[in-house]
């Protein structure tokens, strides 16, 4: 029986899409070859390779705006440290806002200096920090739309003169946005795009060849654009995957139709948290996101109970991250809504029966 699939990463893809991925394993294109064997220099990879890069742009409004997509390796994390190598000369302002941020600081730190200019870690991150101040002599400001890990999503941007970076990579796809307010925005392919082994990187060139430092090739953002993203051997069945699911979303109505039923599935799932006495949410109400709902048990004795329930439903994946216990519900573009309604009726059974 297929499960239901609430997966924070690798997450969930489209069924269609799986097939069509399968197919291409035995027989790509009809080319006789298949995806895991064929050159990625090949007619057929090159075009699937600029076709995804156009698709990711034509997604984002970002056409003819002077922004380039790579499909990169090294995940979400080698991006930290990309980001800070390519564009920190003295210093750069980060929010942090969970795990992910934290270790984008990190990483930013060991380039420059790093001014944090506001912080959730104190109320362990279930919340967004806002009215911060960023300052003008930074190279550029970081945030993170959406912490995967504890549940929060940014739902309005500081606007700053200063160039913006993103880690999108858990909502990227997921909701409309200006995203031409932001300079850089990457993310790692296996939260809302594709597979795990390869990273989405959508950068303005002209942020580019500012920093004095000298930046290995395999580092640098422009050799991968001069190279049209065929620096080295690129991952070409995670890009032909991840492209598989652009053109799904593009057949779905693209981004706005999307977030249509991505902000029915929260709402179904939320309102449930709300008004069932055996469930408390995590995060303050205002931040809490569309993507990964997070919540627990009111009380702890019916654990047993509601995890036999969810098996029995074929509910996979709602754990909760390691560093936060409780339950996580991650809702990424390919997650049904009849899916949210299972989870529901297990959760409204748990309390008709305790
Ligand atoms: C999962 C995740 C990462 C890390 O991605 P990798 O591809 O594993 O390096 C970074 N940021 C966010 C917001 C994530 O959800």
Known sequence: ?????FSAGPCILPQEVIQEASQAVLDFNNTGLSILEISHRSKDFVAVMEDARQLALELLGLEGKGYKALFLQGGASLEFLMVAYN?????????NTG?????????AR??????VVASSEDKKFNFIPKGYMIPTDVDYFHCTSNNTIFGTQMKVFPSTPKPMVCDMSSDIFSRELDFSKF???????????GPAGTTLVIVKEDLLGKVTRQIPSMLDYKVHIE???MFNTPAVYPVYVSYLTLKWLKAQGGIKAIEEKNEKKAALLYSEIDINPLFKGYTATEDRSIMNATF???DESLK????????EAGINGLNGHRSVGGYRASMYNALPLESVQVLVDVMSDLERKA
């Open 1 to 5: 029986m297929k499960k239901h699939n």
């Open 296 to 298: 627990n048990l009111t």
């Open 99 to 107: 795990t992910w941020s934290a270790k984008a600081i990190k990483e």
């Open 227 to 229: 190279k049209d993203s």
């Open 304 to 311: 047993e109970d509601f995890e036999t329930m969810l098996k």
């Open 183 to 193: 300079d850089l925005i990457y993310a790692g392919a296996q939260k809302n795009m």
């Open 110 to 115: 060991l380039f420059g200096e790093v001014n």
């Open 87 to 95: 564009l920190l000369e003295k210093k750069a302002a980060y929010l």
